[in-house]
């Protein structure tokens, strides 16, 4: 589980700079739950043991006809299918060969990547043009500092902007840096003394979130940071639109949308014993009596999906009324099991996204957004990455081959509604 948890590393940039924060400064984060989760979603080479009991399971002690048990995977169409103009083929590479991510949808047409020149370093950002099919350097992503990293990722009207820590450091410290978005030199807004948590840019100013919660705000000019008005306790979800905590820390139950712009407000209807409750605008995904759940702000249409669809880490929401979720299913024999589902809030609608690799307990998974602050526009995965099994006296291995050329992409922003 530590090895597979370290190589997760390698498919988000900002998962992997907070484990590195983890260790130095002796903070539980709940990106260790995402790791034992995830385990060898997207590590290529991971290897994850299995025990005998898993390799064979007990046949059940009453003789049933199958009919569609509980635990079986609803049925999903694929994404390209359902959505064509939405699912693309992006380069994994640079021209630099530079391994590349693809961060969320700035159009129908368009998707942010960032370029890393090392490992977890971002060293440039990029655009793909899926009509094109060719990609364009924005710029570079400066560092000042030794063991510097950027951070979230956020797209404004005019600028893309981000934030960078030392997270090899003990203080709490960042330097915000805006982008125009139709690419150009990097600009470098001020810093701040404080352990910074999510981001986004207006039209005349960076705003963020801390840890401990509070939204702050700085001229795009720079200056000195004040806090935003209405903005005491609460966490950015997305610009404008922030969330309260029934407790401080990350993957507690939001309790409270706030509109940020407007000051419009409205209380989260919390069933008893829901736990992991996140919220946007108008919907809510949260976890009760071990089955996903989904419901309006204010509890309306409130439904339980299927238990074999669970959360996909701690993330949930996707875009503006999407989740995205990861099927369980134990059969490994079981052909065309998708590596995860995205489901359209309002409608109920399930696309699948790739396919898990025959045979295999476990299989890949997919990315939603590195680096991005708000929810992404962008899921990908790696058709091109097969898992295998191979046995041994230590017991069963799942091994990985194949992949790492480029990424199946779905942007929501190009959905049709």
């Not at 238990?307 to 996707?318: C, D, T």
Request: hydrophobic share 40%; glycine share 10%; with cysteine.
């Amino acid at each position: 589980m530590r090895t597979a948890s370290g190589q997760v590393e390698r498919r988000d940039l900002a998962a992997g700079v907070a484990a590195r924060r983890r260790a130095r400064r002796t903070r539980q984060r709940v990106q260790v739950l995402l790791a034992a989760v995830a385990v060898v979603a997207i590590a290529g080479g991971t290897t994850a043991v299995l025990s005998g009991a898993d390799r064979q399971p007990p046949p059940p002690a009453v003789s049933v006809t199958p009919s569609a048990p509980e635990t079986s995977v609803p049925a999903t169409r694929p994404a390209a299918e359902l959505w064509p103009q939405a699912v693309v083929k992006v380069p994994a590479k640079n021209a630099k060969g530079w391994k590349m991510y693809p961060v969320t949808g700035l159009s129908a047409t368009e998707m942010l990547l960032i370029a890393n020149s090392a490992f977890e370093k971002g060293g440039r950002l990029e655009v793909y043009d899926s009509v094109s099919r060719t990609l364009r350097v924005l710029g570079d992503i400066p560092s000042p500092k030794k063991k510097y990293y950027a951070q979230h990722i956020a797209v404004g009207a005019e600028y893309i902007a981000w934030y960078g820590e030392t997270p090899q450091d003990s203080d709490d410290w960042a330097d915000f840096w805006i982008m125009p978005r139709e690419g150009g030199k990097a600009r470098r807004v001020g810093e701040v003394a404080a352990d910074v948590e999510e981001i986004a840019v207006t039209g005349d100013s960076l705003v963020w979130s801390v840890k401990k919660g509070g939204v702050y705000r700085m001229p795009l000019t720079g200056g000195a940071p004040e806090p935003l008005p209405g903005g005491a306790g609460l966490h950015l979800s997305a610009w404008p639109w922030a969330v309260a905590r029934a407790v401080e820390r990350p993957g507690a139950n939001q309790t409270r949308v706030v509109n940020l712009e407007t000051g419009q407000s409205s209380d989260v209807a919390l069933p008893e014993g829901v736990q992991a409750m996140q919220c946007h605008a108008q919907w809510c995904v949260g976890v009760l009596n071990k089955r996903v759940i989904v419901q309006r702000v204010d509890g309306s249409e409130r439904k339980s999906l299927p238990q074999s669809l669970r959360p996909n880490g701690m993330r949930l929401l996707l875009g503006d009324r999407y989740a995205v979720l990861r099927p369980y299913e134990p059969d490994r024999n079981r052909t065309g099991v998708p590596l995860a589902v995205v489901y359209d809030l309002p409608t109920g609608l399930m696309a699948g996204l790739g396919e898990r690799s025959a045979g295999t307990a476990v299989s890949g998974g997919v990315g939603t957004g590195a680096s991005a602050s708000a929810p992404s526009a962008t899921v990908s995965w790696d058709a091109d990455l097969q898992y295998y099994e191979t046995c041994g006296k230590p017991g069963c291995a799942v091994k990985s081959r194949g992949g790492g050329k480029e990424y199946t992409v779905l942007n929501l922003a190009a959905v049709t509604r």
